[in-house]
């Protein structure tokens, strides 16, 4: 991707329809310590709209997590470790 001489560049479309960035959307570049990440400031999006986005966001992620055959309850008790308030073994 290359910045113009005004230091504009083109957000792929991809890019774009997965943020949901459209003509008129803000944006805000955040420095972190691998690089740079792009966000959308939402301000004036109605909570129909954020659940719709969050909702097709959840979607997108749907059957991306290999839990090895474990449930969700095996799982869960897997990722938290032993808790002795609870089951003093």
């Known amino acids: 991707m290359r910045v113009t001489e005004k230091g504009q560049v083109t957000i792929p479309k991809e890019i774009r ?13 955040i420095s972190t ?5 792009l966000v959308t400031v ?8 954020i659940a719709v ?18 449930t969700t309850d095996q799982y869960l008790d897997w990722i ?3 808790r002795e308030d609870l089951d003093p073994r």
Do not use: C
């Open 17 to 29: 329809d997965l943020l949901g960035i459209g003509p008129g959307s803000e944006v805000e570049f």
């Open 33 to 37: 310590e691998n690089g740079v990440r």
């Open 42 to 49: 939402n301000e004036n999006l109605s909570k129909e709209d």
């Open 53 to 70: 986005r969050f909702r097709e966001k959840l979607g997108r992620m749907a059957g991306t997590l290999d839990l090895g055959g474990m």
């Open 80 to 82: 938290r470790g032993p």
